[in-house]
């Protein structure tokens, strides 16, 4: 449809006229407040003690969402809010992986409070624009735009019922509506869901950033946890930002040479040595599908076992040799030189609405090949790629997708549902085209695609009750915690990495810790408390990357030529203090390692709090589904009998001889659990918790955290 | 018998650090190998002869998906 037409056929529901401002030392110091239930806009001062105590990002995202929600508050509930915010580090230049944005939401999915990290242009040019921060809150009846143009000033509410929905075509149509002309495009970012957000509780937000070699806007997701889900349930189509003149130290930094050296450090290394190292700016994070498989940690067929021989018609190489596009500088906010923001261009569809189209498809990261390839036994790339783009597009979250569907396949070839529950669809591993109507039917809102579309916490309740299936077993193999889908690394041969998904604040996303390496094939941290110690710095460190609006790519995707002769090489110690560094050349402030860490203390035991509050965050809601610990069934035991059996032996002084596998395994089961639960406890004792996994109100003070509200909550729980 | 990464290891006359590494299967493309606490560089894995009762660290680096 002619853009002018969709255009004329806007409404404009509420104007807001602003003074551009001018950002200092990082931050705007005001949040832009809408609410579309009231058609309200309001600047929000941005208070010295929220710079103090949450620093920007998520730390901002939580603080007002904490404010805006109750105790009862539900993810459908108009005061629930959508909080996008950078932080005060966020739309530099200089350094790679600055571009970052940080969405807070109650979760459709946890039903407690979810954070994701995007790139794609809107959060720097949110900032540019005047605003560190936009909150959203209220439902409104019609489907809405809201525009915020940072190049005049102004703020608009407008009702859009033309426009698409699905986010690659509603994307370049705001992108051509709201530029000036091409080269304006690149000014223009947007925000979309897509069909699919409608009609499940997966659904994603797609952050554009135009890609003026290619011709197209490029989608980057926040992707867990249903964010989009709430988006199109309070009707908002997108959020778009236009701001045109974007320089190097809009930022108005303390000190702009240190910026601009430490950044060129970086790209020296970058340059010298990605190729020898993960080839980032080749295939993206997808390098590791074949070296994960290799390692036995490749989800296969609902994280049943860690390796397939199919795996090498998705390694890597295929698809840097026939699909991704390769010699383009693909970074997803300008200045980073990883580039790791790869695509498939003119890519034929086969399914779905847009069959015979030839699209540009975002990927695929590793996250996508493992999960909607390998853990659902496809292994066909272009396969990958289709549902890769349908779930962009959709508005689907293309991990809880994958982990999703695998289970559900799972269930199919158990018997445990059929043929006449599914509508007809064969959900067998492996079958593509009953993955892609599933997908096609999330879209429409029909079918079991809405079954699955509700994710495996709900299917887990569905099929027990209604299909009379065996609960614990449901319980054993699904792969969810909190009512979040697993991403995709198998965990059962790390136990640091089972409490790395497990003692998570938001559910099962591996961005808090990735510690199989260190602690299952490096053997660094043996006991409980090395793994505690892992598991109290590792979430705190890169928790902080939120905080300020950066990429972890940057940290430890590429390495130091020198990094090996450090005493802590995991932790990538001369990186460390780039992050160190730019966050004084921005702020001007001073931190030291455990400053940072600090930092993150505070906001990490505030969302934890936030948990509590919403009745969750409590150890019980920490435990974990065994197929995450070891072999549920049978044939994953004896699929690695020679491993299970040896650990038996020399762990336990089990002497396997003449004992069937189910012995075997009821002995294996019971040593891992425990296992778990002490880990469990001293992970809590390092995080200063409480058994329960409270935070001590001592811990609050020490922190600086002991703030009344706070307070309230935890002190019956002491 | 050797150490790979704290756990015991068969070690064989002749043994290379290639050699251990085909052996564990370790493909990882940024690994720090360390003899008794001596950096080993990548172009000497072929050559370098691990001895009886030898320390070896393995060192896979990647704390992050
Ligand atoms: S490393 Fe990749 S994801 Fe991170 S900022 Fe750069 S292009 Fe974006």
Redesign the pocket.
């Known amino acids: 449809m002619d853009i002018k037409v969709l255009r004329d056929n806007h409404k404009l529901l509420a104007e807001y006229k602003y003074e551009l401002g001018k950002i200092d030392k990082g931050y705007t110091g005001r949040s832009l407040f809408v609410n579309i239930s009231e058609n309200k806009i309001e600047s929000k001062p941005v208070s010295q003690m929220m710079k103090d105590k949450f620093v920007g990002g998520k730390g901002f995202g939580l603080w007002y969402l904490w404010n805006a929600t109750t105790p009862s508050t539900k993810w459908n509930d108009p005061e629930n809010e959508i909080i996008i915010c950078g932080g005060p580090v966020c739309g530099i230049t200089q350094y790679?992986?600055s571009?970052k944005s940080l969405v807070c939401s109650i979760s459709p999915a946890t039903d407690m409070p979810i954070d994701s990290n995007v790139?794609g242009y809107f959060g720097p040019l949110l900032k540019f624009s005047g605003w560190d921060a936009l909150e959203l809150q209220g439902k409104s009846e019609k489907d809405i735009i809201i525009v915020i143009d940072g190049n005049n000033g102004t703020v608009r509410i407008e009702e859009a019922s033309l426009e698409a929905v699905d986010g690659h075509v509603l994307g370049e149509q705001l992108t051509e509506m709201y530029a000036d002309n091409e080269e304006d495009k690149r000014n223009v970012a947007v925000v979309t869901a897509g069909s699919g957000a409608e009609h499940t509780r997966m659904g994603l937000l797609n952050f554009t950033f135009y890609d003026p070699r290619r011709k197209v806007a490029r989608l980057k997701q926040a992707g867990r946890g249903g964010i989009g889900t709430v988006f199109r349930d309070k009707k908002v189509k997108a959020l778009v930002v236009k701001f045109s003149s974007v320089k190097g130290d809009l930022n108005n930094p303390f000190d702009q040479g240190i910026l601009n050296r430490t950044g060129i450090k970086l790209h020296k290394e970058v340059h010298d040595l990605d190729p020898k190292q993960n080839n980032m700016r080749k295939i993206g994070t997808a390098n590791i599908i074949e070296v994960m498989d290799e390692y036995d940690l490749l989800p296969v067929m609902n994280y049943q076992y860690g390796n397939h021989p199919d795996t090498q018609k998705i390694k890597s190489t295929v698809f840097i040799d026939k699909y991704i596009t390769q010699g383009v500088q693909?970074?997803?906010?300008y200045g980073?030189s990883?580039?790791?923001?790869k695509a498939a261009d003119n890519f034929l569809l086969k399914t779905g609405p847009y069959k015979g189209h030839k699209v540009t498809v975002d990927g695929p990261e590793y996250e996508n090949a493992a999960g909607l390839g390998s853990n659902c036994a496809i292994f066909d790339p272009e396969g990958i790629l289709e549902l890769n783009f349908y779930c962009d597009t959709y508005g689907i979250d293309t991990i809880s997708f994958g982990t999703a569907t695998a289970f559900a396949m799972e269930c199919y070839e158990r018997g445990i549902i059929n043929k006449e529950i599914t509508g007809g669809l064969e959900l067998n591993f492996g079958n593509f085209d009953s993955a892609a109507q599933l997908l096609h039917q999330m879209s429409k809102g029909e079918g079991f695609g809405v079954v699955v579309g509700q994710g495996i916490h709900r299917m887990k309740e569905l099929f027990a009750e209604k299909y009379g299936a065996d609960a614990d077993f449901l319980f054993d193999i699904g792969m969810e915690q909190k009512g979040l889908e697993y991403s995709e690394y198998g965990s059962k041969e790390s136990l640091a990495q089972q409490g790395g998904y497990g003692l998570t604040n938001k559910g099962p996303q591996h961005d808090e810790a990735w510690l199989i390496f260190m602690d299952m094939v490096n053997n660094q941290i043996p006991t409980f408390e090395d793994k505690a110690e892992a598991l109290h710095y590792f979430p705190m460190f890169r928790t902080w990357f939120g905080l300020y609006g950066l990429?972890k790519?940057?940290w430890n995707d590429i390495a130091p030529a020198n990094n090996k002769f450090t005493s802590e090489p995991a932790k990538i110690p001369e990186h460390v203090q780039n992050y160190l560094d730019i966050v004084y050349g921005v702020t001007g402030k001073r931190l030291g390692t455990d400053d940072m860490v600090r930092e993150s203390e505070r906001v990490y035991n505030f969302q934890r709090i936030f948990n509590i509050r919403l009745g969750k965050g409590l150890r019980k809601n920490d435990k974990t589904p065994y197929r995450s610990m070891g072999p549920v069934t049978k044939e994953e035991y004896e699929s690695r009998q020679e491993r299970y059996d040896g650990q038996l032996k020399e762990k336990i002084g089990y002497d396997v001889t003449g004992k069937t596998t189910e012995e075997k395994m009821a002995v294996l089961r019971s040593y891992r659990e425990d296992q778990y639960e002490k880990l469990t406890d001293a992970v809590y004792k390092r995080r200063g918790w409480n058994s329960n996994g409270v935070p001590t109100i001592e811990h609050l003070k020490e922190l600086g955290m002991d703030l009344p509200e706070l307070i309230e909550v935890v002190k019956g729980l002491q | 018998m050797i150490k790979v990464n704290n756990r015991d290891f068969q070690w064989e006359q002749g043994m290379t650090v290639d050699d251990i590494m085909k052996i564990k299967k370790f493909s990882w493309p940024k690994i720090i190998v360390k003899i008794n606490g001596q950096h080993v560089e990548e172009e000497d894995y072929k050559t370098r002869i691990v001895n009886d009762g030898d320390d070896v660290q393995m060192l896979h680096l990647l704390a992050g998906g």
Do not use: V
Not at chain 1, 330 to 333: A, E, L, P, Q, T
Not at chain 1, 338 to 341: E, Q
């Open positions: 790679p992986g571009g790139g693909d970074g997803c906010w980073c990883l580039a790791c923001a990429c790519l940057p």
